[in-house]
């Protein structure tokens, strides 16, 4: 069996045993989600560093469409696969591995899944059902992206999903949040059902759910004159990915559901869906439609490099207008995101490896700012930071970590954003360089106005006169949050740990190029 299935598998298994746990056992909720998110975190370092598949750089012609899938794993760079029948009538698989692109992913996801069980302290009605949504949540994105099977991708995704909606109405904070809940509910559910519909139109295509085979089929007809299917075809299917999972991602203006759904959600909430499964819309894009809709990505793409400024630009504005931390934190964070759809319209090897990058430390950088965020909550009540002010001299450990989050998010070199955000612009100056600009601008400016200005806000000058007394970090509370620290600064450092892995996805990265394997005279 694959490792991957125990790294999916643990959070599932641990939400049945807690299901039959009496309510009372508060302790145990904890610590088994703990334990079982430590669990699939320790086996996803253990395949993160043994990840090694073979360099296909310049790979030859693929197999032809008969070929068993094992070839096509080899051709692709997958490896830990494993694939069982679910429902042999309409073809589709249990069906799981990694390349470069996943193990990072999943390694990402596992950190944070990690530390939100930690955070989750805040929680102290209903734990049990928190506790199985959490890990519901937790094995659900885990599992879509190990998936090589689309309907399988597609159907974690909202396992990982359905619980948002019920966390925020149920723990949800504020006065607002029935509202958040309920909006977030419709604009997510209106991306999940555009994105089925083009799931759907690819499998009536291809007769087949199976990434690999789609991509093999894609390659033969590669070159062709329709292709596998018409340019008009494919401009459909691509536009409704693209739209739909668009808005799981945030995409302007269709953006608005994520700044409030975050400031009203309990902090593990926030920091699974800021920073683990609104990172699937762009890796579904990445994996399932540039590689497959080469001709709708050509039309639609300049058309998301242009709406990628209103997640850049508009969305740092707003952020510079907040005055609550968490919704400052939101908007922030819709931003970023926007440097992923610029990396990902520039389709090329350095633009999607820096697009893959920002999604990596992104969901660190998320996690760890919506932790300590809610943390501050449940110590002051109030993230209101006109009434916050000071709080470095009595919180010195907690302060000095949102210094380095808030710094990291405006793209400081020597976090993992830095280089993330650096080799996108490398990747997207040839192709859009007045877009490009634009952005460079507004993660130096924008973003650095709005972050500095927090953090003289919160943490520096006299403590307030409606400051609350509030206590640091202490002892094993603070290692979700160095945890995470510590790794944003590992792949700031050292960046290679994980462009080595991106660099095995070549073979997907040039398929999303040009729509066909790279020929030998392209490796000569």
Same mark, same amino acid.
């Given at each position: 069996?694959?490792?991957?299935?125990?790294?999916?598998?643990?959070?599932?298994?641990?939400?049945?045993?807690?299901?039959?746990?009496?309510?009372?056992?508060?302790?145990?909720?904890?610590?088994?989600?703990?334990?079982?998110?430590?669990?699939?975190?320790?086996?996803?370092?253990?395949?993160?560093?043994?990840?090694?598949?073979?360099?296909?750089?310049?790979?030859?012609?693929?197999?032809?469409?008969?070929?068993?899938?094992?070839?096509?794993?080899?051709?692709?760079?997958?490896?830990?696969?494993?694939?069982?029948?679910?429902?042999?009538?309409?073809?589709?698989?249990?069906?799981?591995?990694?390349?470069?692109?996943?193990?990072?992913?999943?390694?990402?996801?596992?950190?944070?899944?990690?530390?939100?069980?930690?955070?989750?302290?805040?929680?102290?009605?209903?734990?049990?059902?928190?506790?199985?949504?959490?890990?519901?949540?937790?094995?659900? +994105?885990?599992? #879509?992206?190990?998936? *090589?099977?689309?309907?399988?991708?597609?159907? /974690?995704?909202? !396992? &990982? @999903?359905?619980?948002?909606?019920?966390?925020?109405?149920?723990?949800?904070?504020?006065?607002?949040?029935?509202?958040?809940?309920?909006?977030?509910?419709?604009?997510?559910?209106?991306?999940?059902?555009?994105?089925?519909?083009?799931?759907?139109?690819?499998?009536?295509?291809?007769?087949?759910?199976?990434?690999?085979?789609?991509?093999?089929?894609?390659?033969?007809?590669?070159?062709?004159?329709?292709?596998?299917?018409?340019?008009?075809?494919?401009?459909?299917?691509?536009?409704?990915?693209?739209?739909?999972?668009?808005?799981?991602?945030?995409?302007?203006?269709?953006?608005?559901?994520?700044?409030?759904?975050?400031?009203?959600?309990?902090?593990?909430?926030?920091?699974?869906?800021?920073?683990?499964?609104?990172?699937?819309?762009?890796?579904?894009? +990445?994996?399932? #439609?540039?590689?497959? *809709?080469?001709?709708?990505?050509?039309?639609? /793409?300049?058309? !998301? &490099? @242009?709406?990628?400024?209103?997640?850049?630009?508009?969305?740092?504005?707003?952020?510079?207008?907040?005055?609550?931390?968490?919704?400052?934190?939101?908007?922030?964070?819709?931003?970023?995101?926007?440097?992923?759809?610029?990396?990902?319209?520039?389709?090329?090897?350095?633009?999607?490896?820096?697009?893959?990058?920002?999604?990596?430390?992104?969901?660190?950088?998320?996690?760890?700012?919506?932790?300590?965020?809610?943390?501050?909550?449940?110590?002051?009540?109030?993230?209101?930071?006109?009434?916050?002010?000071?709080?470095?001299?009595?919180?010195?450990?907690?302060?000095?970590?949102?210094?380095?989050?808030?710094?990291?998010?405006?793209?400081?070199?020597?976090?993992?954003?830095?280089?993330?955000?650096?080799?996108?612009?490398?990747?997207?100056?040839?192709?859009?360089?007045?877009?490009?600009?634009?952005?460079?601008?507004?993660?130096?400016?924008?973003?650095?106005?709005?972050?500095?200005?927090?953090?003289?806000?919160?943490?520096?000058?006299?403590?307030?006169?409606?400051?609350?007394?509030?206590?640091?970090?202490?002892?094993?509370?603070?290692?979700?949050?160095?945890?995470?620290?510590?790794?944003?600064?590992?792949?700031?450092?050292?960046?290679?740990?994980?462009?080595?892995?991106?660099?095995?996805?070549?073979?997907?990265?040039?398929?999303?190029?040009?729509?066909?394997?790279?020929?030998?005279?392209?490796?000569?």
């Amino acid at each position: 069996m694959s490792p991957l299935t125990y790294i999916m598998g643990l959070p599932l298994a641990m939400a049945l045993i807690l299901a039959v746990v009496p309510s009372e056992k508060r302790q145990f909720f904890r610590w088994g989600s703990r334990l079982a998110t430590l669990g699939s975190l320790l086996l996803a370092i253990y395949v993160f560093s043994v990840f090694d598949p073979p360099i296909t750089d310049q790979p030859g012609p693929l197999p032809t469409q008969g070929t068993e899938e094992s070839a096509l794993e080899d051709e692709y760079g997958y490896k830990f696969t494993q694939r069982v029948e679910w429902i042999p009538s309409l073809n589709i698989h249990y069906y799981v591995g990694v390349d470069g692109i996943g193990i990072v992913m999943v390694l990402m996801a596992a950190l944070v899944a990690f530390a939100a069980t930690c955070c989750a302290q805040e929680i102290r009605t209903r734990e049990k059902e928190f506790y199985i949504l959490l890990l519901l949540m937790t094995g659900g +994105i885990l599992g #879509a992206f190990m998936s *090589l099977d689309i309907f399988l991708i597609y159907f /974690l995704h909202e !396992l &990982a @999903l359905v619980p948002t909606f019920i966390m925020i109405g149920v723990w949800g904070r504020g006065q607002d949040k029935d509202f958040a809940a309920y909006k977030i509910t419709l604009y997510l559910s209106l991306g999940a059902l555009l994105t089925l519909a083009g799931v759907i139109m690819l499998y009536l295509q291809f007769g087949s759910f199976s990434l690999l085979s789609m991509m093999d089929h894609g390659t033969q007809f590669a070159g062709t004159e329709a292709g596998v299917f018409s340019a008009t075809e494919q401009n459909v299917i691509f536009a409704l990915l693209m739209f739909g999972l668009g808005i799981l991602v945030g995409l302007w203006p269709f953006h608005t559901w994520a700044p409030l759904g975050y400031s009203a959600a309990p902090t593990a909430t926030a920091m699974m869906h800021a920073g683990v499964i609104k990172k699937f819309g762009l890796f579904m894009l +990445i994996k399932v #439609a540039l590689p497959l *809709l080469p001709q709708g990505a050509q039309t639609w /793409l300049p058309i !998301l &490099a @242009l709406l990628c400024l209103g997640n850049i630009l508009y969305c740092g504005l707003v952020a510079m207008r907040q005055k609550d931390l968490n919704l400052l934190i939101g908007n922030s964070s819709v931003a970023h995101m926007g440097f992923v759809f610029l990396g990902i319209a520039s389709v090329t090897t350095i633009g999607l490896t820096g697009a893959v990058m920002v999604m990596v430390a992104h969901g660190l950088l998320a996690g760890l700012a919506f932790g300590l965020s809610g943390y501050l909550y449940s110590q002051a009540r109030t993230l209101d930071m006109e009434k916050l002010q000071g709080l470095l001299a009595s919180m010195p450990f907690w302060g000095t970590l949102m210094i380095m989050a808030l710094m990291a998010g405006c793209g400081l070199p020597g976090f993992a954003n830095f280089a993330g955000e650096l080799t996108v612009f490398f990747g997207a100056w040839k192709m859009y360089p007045v877009i490009t600009t634009i952005g460079i601008w507004s993660a130096l400016v924008i973003g650095a106005v709005y972050m500095l200005r927090a953090i003289r806000t919160l943490l520096h000058g006299m403590k307030g006169e409606q400051t609350p007394e509030v206590e640091d970090l202490k002892n094993w509370q603070r290692l979700p949050y160095a945890l995470l620290v510590a790794v944003l600064l590992l792949f700031g450092f050292y960046p290679k740990l994980i462009t080595d892995k991106i660099s095995k996805s070549n073979a997907t990265f040039e398929q999303a190029k040009k729509g066909q394997a790279p020929t030998e005279e392209a490796t000569e």
